[in-house]
């Protein structure tokens, strides 16, 4: 069984960074961060096939966000720079199998964590 457990979200000023963690048990498929703000869509951020590490990062967040995992493969990182106030959300780390490529969020992620909260205070 697929368990997700992010942490690292907190409030931080604009312009500032944090890197969130998510600890993956080891899943060798797709995992990805997404987040949803009050009243937003749920978006998909940045996602990484952990079997071979390549990643997606999403052009909304593109030069700012970069995702990454550890070399044990059970830990995925979301560094996230430059942060603005549009940033704040629950921020959620996710997986599913490969059957297409990772950063084809139509495709549904099956497996979530319970989310960390980040605020962005301008």
């Known amino acids: 069984q697929v368990r997700l457990m992010e942490s690292g979200g907190g409030s931080v000023q604009a312009g500032g960074s944090l890197r969130l963690s998510c600890a993956t048990s080891?899943?060798?498929?797709?995992v990805a961060w997404f987040r949803q703000g009050p009243n937003k869509e749920r978006e998909g951020l940045a996602a990484?096939?952990?079997?071979?590490?390549?990643?997606y990062i999403a052009d909304s967040v593109k030069g700012r966000f970069t995702i990454s995992q550890d070399n044990a493969k059970t830990t995925l990182y979301l560094q996230m720079n430059k942060l603005e106030p549009e940033d704040s959300a629950m921020y959620y780390c996710?997986?599913?199998?490969?059957?297409?490529?990772?950063?084809?969020?139509?495709?549904?992620?099956?497996?979530w964590g319970q989310g960390t909260q980040v605020t962005v205070s301008s």
């Open positions: 990484i096939y952990s079997r071979t590490g390549d990643t």
């Open positions: 996710a997986a599913r199998v490969l059957f297409t490529t990772c950063s084809d969020y139509s495709q549904p992620y099956t497996h």
């Open positions: 080891g899943y060798t498929g797709c």
